[in-house]
């Protein structure tokens, strides 16, 4: 089945950037769904395609796709976005077709 | 303003049937736009998904657990079903429903949104 692979945790200090990679064999032929999931709540879409945005979520938040890896990147990052993140893909090669990374903690200092 | 919630048993005997319901509200699940998912979450891990339905029956799901999941939609409900068999405490985890958006054209993609709150299901006896 495909793999995704995720950092377990990153640290940032508050107005800092922070980046969270997703690595998957050739993921930048993929449409790659990020969500955070602050703790204690259900997961939110907060990053979408390369970098797209569904609406209500902040500028802030964007992200990439290329070769093996997927990034979400954050600037400026604030206390409110400590929380796990997630990225998603479909998988039309095997019969597992929705995959998740195991998730990452971003943590803010 | 779509919502989802989850109800059912939090705590199933080893062996028995886990079984949850998912009540949509703010949109129709026969609406033919959407799949209707369930993701689960093993405490202090990852996101796992189980499977989905879409209202004519079509399904897919997580082959690990093809063999005990069945998701079923009641449209004069207006809710869908978990039914996972044979629980040992392998899991126990939080379960969500969620609307998912399923594109099978190229570039093939799928997301969840919106998603239940969740609901712990442990099993033990």
């Known amino acids: 089945s495909y793999v995704l692979t995720q950092p377990p945790s990153v640290s940032v200090a508050p107005g800092q950037t922070a980046t969270i990679s997703c690595g998957g064999n050739?993921?930048?032929?993929?449409?790659v769904q990020w969500y955070q999931q602050k703790a204690g709540q259900a997961p939110v879409r907060v990053v979408y395609d390369h970098s797209d945005r569904p609406s209500g979520i902040p500028e802030r938040f964007s992200g990439s796709n290329s070769g093996n890896t997927a990034t979400l990147t954050i600037s400026r990052v604030e206390d409110g976005d400590e929380a796990d993140y997630y990225c998603?893909?479909?998988?039309?090669?095997?019969?597992?077709?929705?995959?998740f990374g195991g998730g990452t903690k971003l943590t803010v200092l | 303003q779509v919502q989802l919630l989850e109800s059912g048993p939090g705590l199933v005997k080893p062996s028995q049937t886990l079984s949850l319901t998912c009540t949509v509200s703010g949109d129709s699940i026969s609406s033919g736009l959407y799949y209707w998912s369930w993701i689960r979450q093993h405490p202090g891990k990852g996101l796992e998904w189980i499977g989905f339905t879409f209202f004519t029956g079509n399904t897919y799901y997580n082959p690990s657990l093809k063999s005990r999941v069945t998701i079923s939609i009641d449209s004069s409900k207006n809710h869908f079903s978990l039914i996972l068999t044979s629980v040992t405490a392998a899991d126990t985890a939080i379960y969500f429903c969620?609307?998912?958006?399923?594109?099978?054209?190229?570039?093939?993609?799928?997301?969840?949104?919106?998603w239940g709150h969740g609901t712990l299901v442990t099993v033990s006896s």
């Open positions: 998603q893909v479909w998988d039309d090669t095997t019969d597992l077709n929705v995959v």
């Open positions: 050739n993921i930048g032929g993929k449409i």
């Open positions: 969620a609307r998912a958006t399923l594109l099978l054209s190229e570039p093939f993609q799928n997301w969840f949104d919106p």
